[in-house]
């Protein structure tokens, strides 16, 4: 599984620096940036210090629509619950979300906001899932670095997760034909959209055991709608 880390609109350079020292500490390389200050300003590469290589490489996009364009699975973080997901996951249970996954999915984008006001509404809802990192203050408050360290680090843990399941592989094809084949029934039967959106939000948690169990059954009593 290949993870992205996706900065949008960073504004500071120590932020953005740091970001990439959490990302390579942690074994992660794949930065990409969405409008970005400075990202290969002096301070930006003095505070990435021996991770200047994921500066220098770091994909530039102008919308975060076109950053997760090629994604499988996108997670977006927020200093505490949105409305705009009505599911909020801590940072601890994505491993076992993500590794739930399998051959489903085989690349995730991990999605941060800018210093001062995070992610937009707008761009929440181009998540698959919102996730927060549960802190005891009353005002929580980490910086883009400290942020990136934290989830960094919880993603780190999906490699041996990996290596003890034995599960079914459910390919990324089937993946797409049974949420598809979702979204139609639900189509199909009226559904009122923001029901159905938050049927098909509930349906990105599912694992691999169980998507394979929903496309078995489509393929028995259902067809692709034309």
Not at 21 to 48: D, H, I, S, W
Not at 80 to 92: C, F, L, P, Q
Not at 210 to 219: A, K
Request: aromatic share 8%; with cysteine.
């Amino acid at each position: 599984m290949e993870i992205t880390f996706i900065l949008v609109e960073p504004a500071r350079e120590e932020n953005i620096g740091a970001a990439a020292r959490a990302m390579k500490t942690m074994g992660f390389n794949n930065l990409r940036l969405v409008n970005p200050g400075n990202y290969l300003g002096e301070r930006a590469l003095a505070t990435a210090h021996a991770s200047t290589e994921i500066l220098e490489q770091a994909v530039v996009f102008s919308t975060l629509n076109d950053a997760i364009s090629d994604i499988d699975f996108v997670v977006g973080s927020a200093a505490k619950h949105r409305n705009v997901k009505d599911d909020s996951h801590w940072v601890g249970d994505l491993p076992r979300i993500l590794s739930e996954k399998g051959a489903s999915v085989s690349s995730v984008a991990v999605v941060f906001g800018c210093e001062e006001s995070g992610l937009s509404n707008e761009d929440l809802a181009l998540c698959h899932i919102v996730s927060t990192i549960p802190m005891r203050s009353k005002y929580p408050s980490l910086n883009l670095g400290q942020a990136v360290m934290v989830y960094a680090y919880e993603l780190s843990k999906i490699n041996l997760l990996y290596s003890r399941k034995k599960e079914h592989k459910v390919t990324e094809a089937e993946y797409a034909v049974v949420r598809q084949r979702l979204t139609n029934i639900l189509t199909d039967v009226g559904m009122e959209p923001k029901i159905q959106d938050r049927i098909v939000d509930r349906f990105a948690l599912l694992g691999e055991e169980d998507i394979s169990l929903f496309h078995r059954f489509f393929q028995k009593y259902s067809k692709p709608k034309s």
